[in-house]
């Protein structure tokens, strides 16, 4: 079976990372929104466990893989796990302010890997025109 040059794992990877930060960015702005909301519980976004799994047969079954990673989603639920202020709020402004500059992070590299990528099938493409 031919495979086209978009169909790749890691493109399809770093767009699924790329999404996932993106819900993750929002969410973490929400948290900050509401850091004085008296009984405000925070979320949290997850999906790292979810696209490892769908990656582990990356080299074997190439096709399958994209086709795993294609339905991960990000998933978003409250954290019942970080203890409440005495307000119920249960909102850390520092925590939320590291997660959101390691989530940039995460974003900025996965974009920066789709850059190259891409890059490369453009170089790919241009050379095999001469």
């Avoid at 999906?47 to 994209?66: G, S, V, Y």
């Avoid at 991960?72 to 203890?83: C, F, G, M």
Wanted: proline share 4%; hydrophobic share 40%.
């Amino acid at each position: 079976m031919a495979r086209d040059l978009l169909s790749d794992v890691t493109l399809s990877a770093m767009g699924k990372i790329l999404d996932a930060t993106a819900a993750r960015q929002r969410v973490i702005a929400h948290n900050i929104a509401n850091v004085d909301t008296p009984g405000f519980t925070r979320s949290d976004v997850s999906f790292h466990d979810e696209l490892a799994r769908a990656l582990t047969d990356a080299d074997e079954q190439p096709l399958l893989t994209i086709s795993r990673v294609g339905e991960v989603q990000p998933r978003t639920a409250l954290d019942s796990q970080s203890p409440p202020r005495a307000d119920g709020n249960n909102v850390d402004i520092d925590r939320e302010m590291a997660s959101m500059a390691q989530n940039t992070i995460e974003y900025e590299a996965a974009a920066e890997v789709l850059k190259s990528k891409l890059a490369m099938l453009r170089s790919a493409v241009s050379e095999g025109r001469k």
